[in-house]
């Protein structure tokens, strides 16, 4: 492959891996304080519907993702409801939420533009358009450097750069603040922070409401940044993938960057070369396509190693008296 190719598949790495940045980081807030979450995909769902409707309605993106952010930190609360103040099972709240995101969005889609479960394209200010950098159009004839920076780095959405900028706030959060420290604490010990007279509650949901605020970012970038428009369950999986890399990664925001761009890395491949030949048999397109699902279960089953996630996870906490 020449420098061009290569920075094709790169540049579509990049953009196909930020919905699952966001959504890993979503569920890295919600899982570091014991909250599963498997709704990401819901919320993410949910959150591009709303996005792309409200940017159709009105023609102003910006108006589109808080609309897709509110709908996904709706999603939010109601797991919230289910899983922190009820004490429910929190995989079955998050299965009911992906059921949830799943019909409504149709319904609603249908109800309001009877296209069959799609929103009008978007266009102009309804989308968010590339940014250039600052002096990339001087430096796209320098070779292999300007080529890098004109055609890989400059030319993104602002969500992009925004889903980038995430991980080392995500770090810093969760690492060099007060709030980190108690937010993992009670992932590990829910018991000891509330001895020390913090919120057990009122932590799990602010982390819960960080998740549903970022897959509101993921899914309003899918619909209105990597696509021009809602269709039926476009989401396709990428919440369970976000939640692969999240294991991947071990709950660490670095690892997350390096796992979601592993696998926007197989999605591009997949994309780019649909019609190749090993040892003189054509591979089917549908087994390219299938290609970043088949090695999710393959590095998850073969690589991760043990991976041992927060010990209070999945847990509801029952203040003792």
């Not at 799943?102 to 609603?108: A, E």
Request: aromatic share 10%; charged share 10%; proline share 4%.
């Amino acid at each position: 492959m020449d420098l061009n190719t290569v920075l094709l598949i790169l540049d579509s790495t990049l953009r196909l891996a930020t919905p699952l940045l966001f959504a890993c980081l979503a569920g890295l807030f919600s899982e570091r304080a014991g909250v599963f979450d498997i709704g990401l995909e819901g919320k993410m769902l949910i959150a591009a519907f709303f996005s792309a409707a409200a940017a159709a309605l009105t023609g102003n993106v910006w108006l589109g993702l808080l609309a897709g952010c509110a709908a996904s930190m709706a999603l939010a609360a109601i797991h919230g409801l289910a899983s922190i103040t009820f004490r429910g099972n929190q995989l079955i709240s998050g299965v009911a939420i992906n059921f949830l995101a799943t019909g409504l969005t149709v319904l609603i889609a249908q109800d309001w533009f009877q296209q069959g479960g799609r929103t009008p394209q978007l266009e102009g200010g309804a989308r968010f358009q590339p940014i250039t950098l600052p002096f990339a159009e001087t430096l796209r004839d320098v070779p292999v450097f300007g080529q890098i920076y004109y055609d890989l780095i400059s030319g993104h959405t602002i969500l992009v750069y925004a889903g980038f900028l995430a991980v080392p706030a995500t770090w810093y959060v969760l690492f060099r603040t007060r709030f980190g420290l108690r937010l993992r604490a009670v992932g590990e010990n829910p018991g000891a922070v509330d001895t020390a007279g913090v919120s057990v509650t009122g932590l799990r949901y602010g982390a819960v409401m960080i998740c549903g605020l970022l897959c509101g970012f993921a899914g309003a970038y899918l619909s209105t940044g990597l696509s021009a428009g809602f269709v039926k369950d476009m989401s396709a999986g990428r919440g369970f993938i976000a939640l692969a890399a999240l294991i991947f990664a071990k709950w660490r925001p670095w690892s997350a960057l390096g796992a979601c761009l592993l696998f926007g890395l197989l999605d591009a491949l997949g994309n780019r070369f649909q019609s190749i030949e090993i040892a003189g048999i054509a591979l089917p397109v549908q087994f390219m396509q299938a290609l970043p699902y088949i090695l999710t279960v393959v590095i998850l089953a073969g690589f991760v190693g043990k991976a041992i996630p927060p010990r209070a996870g999945g847990e509801a906490y029952v203040k003792e008296r």
